[in-house]
């Protein structure tokens, strides 16, 4: 961290809302919080293919309705989703024509060979222009659709296909709170009530609010970035952050260090030497990484908080520990440069610019100069030595703790390239000299402020490139942050969202998407930075000494969905007929993977006298519903056709000429002068007794029922 400077028809009803929770009124500010939902079909590295029809198979993900794959009956449409999802749960489609009745079968696979049916549609007969499917098996990276048929002369093809993903619950959610050190402000979830909720400490709020983790930084010995002089008070210095280590691991919450290697803030822009180091030759300052981290990490675990992760360095793009190598560049073209941040480190050079340090020489990045390069290569070589140091320091210490390096992506790039080329360059050159070492660490980190990394979107492409390009290591964003309040509310550089706390609350949980969407479920965790206080999700409550959170604090504990529902249905009704909306929807229970279903109470729908698309709101036990309805002049259902009979001859029943709308069609047999049997849904072809007659009852939507009755070999053609 940095220091603090569909078918384009009218609809007769409109949708208020789906799946909402109520705001959190104990809180401050109001937010609705749902679980963090996003749609895998539309990523960008999601591709599709189809057995037929190849040349618009892309067409049913590129989030437009108006475009469709058409494809024939036996031939699929196949998305890889570039990966494996543990928590893809929801599958959702739509098809070309709303009066039409579509069978096909949906299968998914986790490497393309074995398949397993998550939707089984071969027998549809409601006429209707999608569905939408609840995947009670978690694991897959293809989705299979194959159309088998169906009703008239309606197009076979698919509109849009949806893949959606949801956060998993090993995915790490919290904050680094270093400023707990000194914060004597007491933090209550509710302190005007009479009852204050979780408190009086902050890590207290964060522990009832959902957090899994707390990050603290480490600095050698603090210092006032202006003069370099030792603070009076040295927080976040070693011994402070082994008091605050305890107050977190009493709270049962996991521990991250981050080791800044540094007396005051390192990041992008500064990273000075610990000013007991600064004039130590290369191979004393790597010795001293070591003893420092090992000694530290035994300290930690001596008094029982072993940490669960170790960063090594902070944002470090650009190096850290830059020493002389600095005095290469004379101006802020190059990343490390004599004059750069702290004051201290260029009013001091002579003491911080003394012995070579850990800077990263970018500005030779692109040379043609074999001196030049060399200088580069040798610039990765010292820095990689520090990382080294430090991570073989932990891993002697704590062989189970985890240890993480923490960079960010330039959105402005450098020097011509992207930031993207820049990052991609920087994890080359790192991993391979670490792997080469044994010394590769188990996360890549990132940090990720849309004022300074550019928007979602593309971070989102920044992330995925680069798990593309390493994948054996997990991904995090160590830092994250965005404001409720300020400049009217506007949303901020290279934002969609407000300054609000609902803009917040969004904000927050697109990035939680991001890094749960990192295919072959490599996303591992999100912390946002000292939210007490930076872009704080806290305010101080006026008049009091108290301080409360916002309501958008409820991201943590309500970003997991642990019960999927059936949100969208799908039918076809004819003008002038009243829609017949069901009962029930079905829900899933993620946790166990159970479907079952749930009773809907809908809003009243009447008849409608023209063609148009209409939707009606429904609500359940697990949330709102969804009824798209298509009115339509005519619906088609499909004709009962092959019927055979021992096993050989074929009858032809057309049942449904006459018919609008069909919901469900039976059939009953009976053998010479027996009773007929029991009526039983159609789902396919009979094997009927030759001596037997077959009668069929076909119901539509309004409750018509038509027979064909005491069908028998005299009608076989």
Not at 645 to 673: P, R
Request: aromatic fraction near 8%; hydrophobic fraction near 40%; glycine fraction near 8%.
């Amino acid at each position: 961290m940095r220091t603090c400077a569909g078918i384009g028809l009218a609809s007769a009803l409109v949708l208020t809302g789906v799946g909402l929770a109520a705001p959190a009124s104990a809180l401050y500010g109001e937010a609705v919080i749902d679980p963090v939902e996003s749609n895998l079909a539309g990523k960008y590295w999601t591709t599709a293919s189809a057995t037929a029809g190849e040349a618009t198979a892309a067409l049913a993900v590129d989030q437009d309705t108006s475009t469709s794959w058409v494809g024939a009956a036996g031939e699929s449409l196949t998305l890889d989703l570039g990966g494996v999802y543990d928590n893809a749960r929801k599958l959702a489609i739509e098809f070309t024509d709303a009066g039409a009745s579509y069978q096909y079968v949906i299968d998914a696979s986790s490497d393309g060979e074995t398949w397993s049916t998550v939707a089984d549609e071969s027998s549809a007969v409601r006429a209707s222009a999608g569905a939408v499917h609840l995947v009670a098996s978690p694991g897959m990276r293809f989705v299979r659709v194959t159309m088998l048929g169906v009703s008239g002369d309606a197009v076979i093809g698919i509109r849009e296909l949806e893949v959606f993903n949801y956060l998993r619950d090993d995915v790490i959610l919290g904050a680094d709170m270093s400023g707990i050190d000194g914060d004597t402000r007491e933090t209550w979830v509710s302190p005007l009530e009479a009852d204050k909720g979780a408190g009086p400490q902050l890590l207290d709020v964060a522990k009832d609010r959902g957090m899994d983790f707390i990050r603290l930084r480490v600095w050698n010995e603090p210092r006032s970035e202006s003069s370099g002089q030792p603070s009076a008070v040295p927080r976040q210095g070693p011994e402070r952050t082994l008091t605050s280590a305890s107050a977190v691991a009493t709270r049962d919450l996991q521990l991250g260090v981050d080791f800044h290697y540094a007396d005051s803030w390192a990041d992008p822009g500064k990273q000075p030497k610990p000013h007991a180091w600064a004039e130590l030759p290369f191979d004393e300052l790597t010795d001293a990484v070591y003893d420092f981290t090992n000694d530290y990490v035994e300290q930690l675990i001596a008094q029982g908080t072993t940490p669960d992760k170790v960063a090594v360095g902070n944002e470090i793009l650009h190096g850290m520990m830059w020493g002389s190598e600095a005095k290469l560049s004379a101006d802020a073209s190059a990343p490390v440069w004599t004059g750069a941040n702290p004051a201290y480190f260029r009013d001091q050079a002579d003491i911080y610019q003394s012995q070579p340090g850990g800077g990263i020489l970018w500005q030779y990045w692109n040379s043609d100069d074999p001196a030049e390069r060399a200088l580069y290569l040798e610039s990765f070589d010292r820095f990689t030595a520090l990382l080294g140091a430090g991570i073989d320091a932990v891993r002697d210490a704590s062989p189970e703790t985890s240890v993480e390096l923490h960079s960010i992506v330039r959105n402005e790039g450098y020097d011509g390239r992207s930031g993207l080329d820049m990052a991609t360059e920087f994890w080359d050159q790192v991993l391979s000299r670490l792997e080469a070492r044994d010394l590769a660490p188990d996360y890549i980190a990132h940090s990720y402020y849309p004022e300074w990394h550019g928007t979602a979107e593309n971070m989102e492409r920044n992330l995925q490139t680069i798990s593309a390009e390493h994948p054996e290591y997990k991904m995090t964003v160590a830092e994250t942050s965005y404001p409720a309040s300020g400049a009217n509310g506007a949303p901020m550089p290279n934002s969609t969202y407000p300054r609000t706390v609902q803009g917040q609350a969004d904000a927050l949980q697109r990035v939680f998407a991001m890094v749960n969407d990192i295919p072959d479920n490599k996303g591992a965790g999100v912390l946002t930075w000292e939210p007490q206080f930076w872009q704080a999700m806290f305010r101080n409550v006026p008049g009091t000494n108290f301080r409360e959170p916002h309501a958008s604090i409820d991201v943590y504990n309500k970003s997991v969905a642990r019960h999927l529902l059936e949100d969208r249905v799908y039918l076809a009704s004819e003008v002038g007929d009243v829609p017949s909306l069901p009962d029930t929807v079905q829900v899933l229970d993620v946790a166990s993977g159970a479907v079952t279903e749930t009773e809907v109470t809908w809003q009243l729908l009447e008849a409608q006298d023209a063609e148009q698309r209409v939707t009606a709101t429904g609500t359940t036990e697990f949330g709102a519903v969804q009824a798209i309805v298509d009115v339509v002049a005519d619906t088609t259902a499909p004709e009962v056709t092959s019927i055979t009979v021992n096993g050989s001859q074929k009858l032809v029943v057309d049942a449904t000429d006459e018919l609008s709308g069909v919901a469900l069609i039976e059939y009953s047999t009976q053998k010479n002068k027996q009773a007929a049997s029991e009526w039983n849904a159609y789902t396919g072809p009979l094997q009927v007794d030759a001596k037997s007659t077959v009668s069929f009852r076909v119901t539509d939507n309004a409750g018509n029922v038509s027979e064909i009755t005491e069908v028998n070999r005299k009608d076989l053609r």
